[in-house]
């Protein structure tokens, strides 16, 4: 199957600073990506569409300027949690759908971002 | 009413033991349906995709949709400890800009 990566991993920092993930596609181009919130034991929660070369669009609830999204590239789109705060500790991961012509529109997940804010 | 269902367990079972996972859903507009498997703390990985109604199998997998009763099952055979995780469902419309929809995922224990 395709592969996404995300990094980093892990991340922990102090309330207040912003933290930057990176979502990339490695080995296909994905016109878009999403980026879901998961919280222990719950299922994923889509937070934004991202397409490549346009504004993301966001889902009901979730602050834009919170939650800064590029997608500059056909292989990268990166997520800025800004200015965070402990609330926004959780799990976020990242999906892209390849583009091709058959429509099947799966999607590949990177291995998620793990954010701690202190 | 939310627009997929999943039972979100614990099921339990012993090793070597079939195991069946559900979901339910609302919007008979769905056409795509995928299973996936989330071990802990990493990202879902596709387990199962499905157009339509049907079966289709893939080694010890097979996923069934009933679109007449908006039922979707995910079948394991043979189960293994190897095979505890989370399962995923999630659906679509046909358009490729349609939103996947997911279940709120079974956590799944096979007992050695």
Same mark, same amino acid.
């Not at chain 1, 966001?58 to 590029?70: A, H, M, P, R």
């Not at chain 2, 879902?44 to 069934?64: C, I, V």
């Not at chain 2, 009933?66 to 099952?73: G, V």
């Given at each position: ?16 600073? #912003? ?5 990339? #596609?490695?080995?296909?181009? /994905? ?40 997608? /500059? ?9 800004? #200015?965070?705060?402990?609330?926004? #500790? ?5 999906? /892209? ?22 | 009413?939310?627009?997929? *269902?999943?039972? &979100?367990? &614990?099921? $339990?079972? &012993? ?12 919007? $008979?507009?769905?056409? =795509? ?5 989330? =071990?802990?703390?990493?990202?879902? *990985? ?13 080694? @010890? ?9 908006? =039922? ?20 679509? @419309? =046909? ?8 279940? $709120?995922?079974?956590?799944? $224990?096979?007992?050695?």
């Amino acid at each position: 199957g395709a592969v996404v990566s995300q990094h980093p991993s892990r991340v922990i920092c102090k309330s207040g600073t #912003s933290v930057k993930i990176e979502c990339r #596609s490695l080995d296909f181009q /994905a016109t878009t990506m999403f980026w879901y919130r998961q919280f222990p034991k719950q299922s994923l929660m889509l937070m934004a569409t991202s397409n490549e070369g346009s504004k993301a669009t966001y889902e009901q609830g979730v602050e834009k300027d919170k939650f800064l999204i590029n997608h /500059a590239s056909l292989t990268l789109s990166t997520l800025t949690v800004t #200015s965070a705060h402990p609330e926004d #500790s959780s799990f976020y991961i990242c999906s /892209a759908r390849i583009r091709d012509g058959a429509n099947t529109g799966e999607l590949f997940f990177g291995e998620g971002s793990r954010l701690t804010v202190l | 009413q939310k627009e997929v *269902e999943q039972d &979100p367990g &614990p099921l $339990s079972v &012993p090793e070597g033991a079939i195991v069946s996972l559900n979901c339910t859903y609302s919007n $008979s507009a769905f056409q =795509y349906f995928m299973w996936y498997r989330q =071990y802990s703390r990493k990202g879902p *990985e596709l387990l199962m995709y499905t157009y339509s109604s049907g079966n289709k199998e893939d080694g @010890r997998f097979t996923a069934q949709v009933d679109k007449s009763s908006k =039922y979707i099952s995910l079948f394991i055979r043979d189960s293994q400890p190897s095979d505890s995780a989370t399962y995923l469902c999630a659906m679509r @419309r =046909y358009s490729s800009a349609s939103k996947i929809i997911f279940g $709120s995922g079974t956590r799944l $224990s096979i007992r050695p």
